[in-house]
């Protein structure tokens, strides 16, 4: 067989095996994503144009870097602390650090129906906790302070 119907049986195959899937966007929770459909007619768009989905009304969950830095003695012992925070965008998020040989894992909530103003807390399974207020300026990056179990106190940067 030459290289050309081999390349064609090939494409064709994989064509096949492909012809029921279908591409259904899904949110951060797993539900459906349903983006409303376009006005037809003079407001619309002229027939053959493709609109993308506003991405406004779409937001996924940002994972951003955070850093702690040293503000009392206690802290300077261990020094710079960096973990993640997975901003959700609904208020709430998640983050995971290491801190003195633990994993703190815990979430942080926006207070007072502000969304850019919240708290967070951590527990690891040693018994290690902390606690952290901090301020968004926007839905990327933030600063605040956090304070630890073992008297450690850390200014927070959350983001690049």
């Not at 633990?102 to 807390?121: F, H, M, P, Q, Y």
Request: with cysteine; hydrophobic share 35%.
């Amino acid at each position: 067989m030459n290289t050309r119907k081999i390349l064609t049986l090939v494409l064709a195959g994989a064509s096949a095996a492909l012809a029921g899937c279908v591409a259904v966007p899904a949110g951060p929770n797993g539900s459906y994503v349903y983006y409303p459909l376009p006005p037809l007619g003079p407001a619309g768009p002229s027939a053959g144009e493709v609109t993308a989905p506003p991405a406004a009304r779409t937001q996924w969950p940002a994972v951003l870097q955070a850093r702690l830095y040293p503000s009392n003695e206690m802290a300077a012992q261990t020094g710079v602390v960096s973990g993640t925070v997975t901003n959700m965008m609904n208020g709430k998020g998640r983050f995971q650090l290491q801190y003195a040989g633990e994993t703190l894992v815990g979430e942080a909530t926006s207070v007072d129906g502000n969304a850019k103003r919240g708290v967070a807390s951590a527990y690891g399974s040693n018994g290690g906790f902390m606690s952290c207020e901090y301020q968004l300026n926007t839905p990327r990056q933030g600063a605040g302070n956090c304070s630890f179990s073992n008297g450690a106190q850390y200014k927070l940067h959350i983001g690049l």
